[in-house]
């Protein structure tokens, strides 16, 4: 299988459930080869080459270049791939041409509710939709969104995999709280997720400022960087909650300072999965999130989490002193929120789901000896 990416780096939920997904599929009799339009960080090259995967690099660095179509067509040769997998905006459009060059069936993954906000590409995807032989979407909601952009045939949903970490452990929690100045009695929220507006973090630093009237002892650490980081640290700054923020930028530990989380936030306005919600989950602690996107999907309402109205700082502020207040809500919400996720989110379970699709398409190929099973 080839998949193609425009670029492979570990900021994000689709590289890290790539590289993942990558040795469970392996051990399933699929080999996954990415080739990758621009650059790829070395550490995910690394992940992925030790899982049992390959990863080919192209000299393109232009936004729009036609060789693209080449390169694809020329690697799903050399790769002898009998699918290729697109993601993302140019990766599928480039892709399904390519791959149609040498006679591969295309599948679309679709990652995202916000596939390109320009209008050109998505004219451009939606006449190339026949062309594949399958659009698979990551949620409900992912579809849907597709769906409403046009240009979608036969198409899947498969819920993502994410690998256990195993349950929160309190003693490594105290140390990455006493690593960051954390005091040992706060009550911590955590959030992870690039700083631009449809994750939303100005709603949630909002709730926090209310929240710590009631509750001065919450902390919030936001793990993440991107164009609005100047913006939010001058709101911190604006609200006085300079000694209750932490601003991490970035982090290739993520899954260490996970455990020093108490309450797990995602306020995103468009959530296509929401990957480090459920990582919060498997950690076995509560997670609040916004009824938008793929989250309501994800989280039960008052069993392994609670849904606040996007956007609403006020209600969001509510949910965090109520889960603050009543800690045995929490620690029982956490637990049935680790129960839920070991069952609906294993990696096992979705390699399995994308051995079937994958194979599914394949066979279009030899049966039809075409692109298309439409």
């Known amino acids: 299988m080839l998949g193609i990416l425009p ?3 570990p900021h994000g939920g689709t590289p890290r459930k790539l590289a993942s ?4 599929l392996r051990e399933r009799g699929i080999r996954k080869v990415f080739m990758v339009f621009s650059d790829a ?21 232009a936004a729009s270049d036609p060789r693209l179509i080449l390169d694809v067509a020329g690697a799903s040769v050399r790769s002898r791939a009998d699918v290729v997998v697109t993601h993302f905006a140019r990766a599928d459009i480039y892709g399904v041409l390519g791959a149609c060059l040498v006679g591969r069936p295309v599948i679309k993954e679709v990652e995202g509710i916000l596939w390109s906000d320009r209008g050109e590409l998505v004219a451009c995807d939606r006449l190339l939709g026949p062309l594949r032989s399958l659009v698979l979407a990551n949620s409900k909601a992912a579809l849907q969104a597709a769906r409403r952009r046009g240009g979608v045939g ?27 100045g954390i005091a040992g009695r706060s009550v911590v929220v955590g959030h992870i997720g690039g700083f631009i507006a449809l994750r939303r973090q100005e709603t949630l630093i909002e709730a926090i400022a209310m929240a710590a ?29 300079d000694e209750n923020v932490t601003m991490l930028g970035y982090r290739g530990d993520v899954d260490r300072l996970r455990h020093a989380f108490d309450v797990y936030v995602n ?22 999130v916004a009824d938008a996107g793929a989250s309501p999907e994800v989280v039960d309402d008052g069993q392994t989490g609670v849904i606040v109205p996007a956007g609403d700082s006020t209600a969001l502020a509510r949910a965090i002193v109520g889960l603050v207040q009543c800690p045995d809500r929490a620690s029982a ?25 994958y194979r599914y398409a394949a066979g279009c190929r030899h049966r039809r000896g075409g692109t298309s099973c439409g």
Not at 156 to 176: C, K, S
């Open 41 to 61: 960080d070395e550490g995910m090259v690394d992940k992925i080459t030790t899982a049992g995967g390959c990863v080919l690099r192209t000299p393109r660095r």
């Open 21 to 24: 997904v990558t040795r469970h």
């Open 7 to 9: 670029s492979l780096f």
């Open 267 to 288: 306020p995103a306005e468009a959530e296509g999965f929401g990957l480090a919600t459920v990582e919060g989950m498997l950690t076995g602690i509560p997670v609040i």
């Open 213 to 241: 009237r009631e509750a001065p002892q919450l902390q919030l650490v936001l793990i993440g960087d991107g164009p609005l980081r100047s913006s939010l640290a001058h709101q911190v700054h604006l609200l006085g909650l």
């Open 333 to 357: 919400m956490g637990q049935a929120a680790r129960v839920a996720a070991l069952q609906r989110f294993s990696m096992d379970r979705y390699a399995d789901d994308l051995e079937r699709v």
């Open 154 to 180: 036969r198409a899947a949903m498969v819920y993502p995999g994410i690998e256990d970490a195993g349950p929160r452990d309190p003693e490594l929690g105290r140390q990455v709280r006493e690593e960051l």
